[in-house]
């Protein structure tokens, strides 16, 4: 992304620095406060500070965060045909660490939080982008109707809703919701936007309940050919498990019992979810930290008769236009491959265990996993 200081900012900066001056040039710190502040290096991306990425139209967007005390507006796009980042008209609002989601053709955004006078502030508001017309237009808010029944003024004020994540299914946009108190996350379900009546509705019981959460409460969904999956997260080493969201029965129900992830609570955010191609991938950091694309492969012989209408078991097992070879596991990832040693179908628990493959991987040093996007290019 470009290198990017804005105006106020700089000029805040070098006011500062013609103070330090006047004191006269025998004051080294001076010299030293310079070269720190307007190096090009991290100070100079601190306006994408809490920042959200998502995308639409084979875009990809980077919006909002933290400029120093003031949350930001701004909207960056990136087109992959030109090879070119440009700034876009900004957003309504200014908030960092908001959710966003696709849905017919346009980029939603809701939450987040700004700054206040006595700290960081949720924000219930919501927007939309329109990359045909390039407008943002506001949504009705979100009404966290569960943070409106508190049963005492004093958990009304130290609980503030938040959201924690985002997804489109089904035609409507899925939020899932919390209450915190920092470092404290309470799940309080979810509301569900529709478009075609722009207007809130609440989350059913088990799927804003059920929804698994990682870390700092945030709730990661991906749709893959039209069923919702979510991963379960463990704090025990190499476990987790893959869910379903059932719509009929309003309930999540497992469909991989076991996920190659080395450690869930190693990182801030040690994996991401994405539907590529027809697949369901999950995106991990190793302890190398080397970064791996795990993409689920379930043969016929996994779908005993609990699972056998399950849309994963269809899904999954579709041809696919990636690689038919597959990677061996990184260390940090591996687990032993079972084999039918009698020609007989393997069980479930050891199909399983082969039910994954690393399609990609590459050592990306210290960087944390903040979102994985797919362009249709």
Known sequence: MPNIVYKEESKRVFSALRAWNVLGSTIKIADYIRSWL?????????????????????????????????AMRCVWKYDPCLNMWQEVMPMTTGRAYCKTGMLNGKLYVVGGV??????????????????????????????????????????????????????????????????????????????????????????????GEGWPARQAGTKLGVVVNGELYALDPSSTLDSGKIKIYDHQADAWKVVVEKVPIRDFTDAESPYLLAGFLGKLHVITKGANNDIAI??????????????????????????????SSSSPLPSSLSLPLASSSNGKAMSLAEAEIDAWKVIASKNFEAAELVSCQVLNI
């Open 38 to 70: 307007v190096r090009k290096d991290e100070l100079d991306r601190l306006p994408f500070c809490g920042c959200t990425v998502g995308a639409v139209d084979a875009c990809l967007y980077v919006l909002g965060g933290f400029s120093r005390a003031s």
């Open 114 to 207: 700004s700054r206040g006078r006595g700290g960081l502030v949720p924000l219930q508001s919501a927007e939309v982008y329109d990359p045909r017309t390039g407008l943002w237009t506001d949504v009705p808010s979100m009404p966290f109707s569960k943070a409106q029944v508190l049963p005492t003024a004093f958990l009304a004020e130290m609980l503030k809703p938040i959201a924690t994540g985002m997804t489109s299914y089904r035609g409507r946009l899925y939020v899932p919701q919390s209450l915190y108190s920092w470092p404290f996350f309470v799940d309080v379900g979810g509301e569900i936007y529709d478009p075609e009546t722009n207007t809130w509705a609440e989350m059913p019981a088990g799927m």
């Open 294 to 323: 795990l993409q689920a492969e379930l043969p016929n012989h996994m779908c005993p008769q609990s699972m056998s209408s399950s849309p994963l078991a269809s899904s999954l097992n579709e041809n696919s236009s990636l690689p």
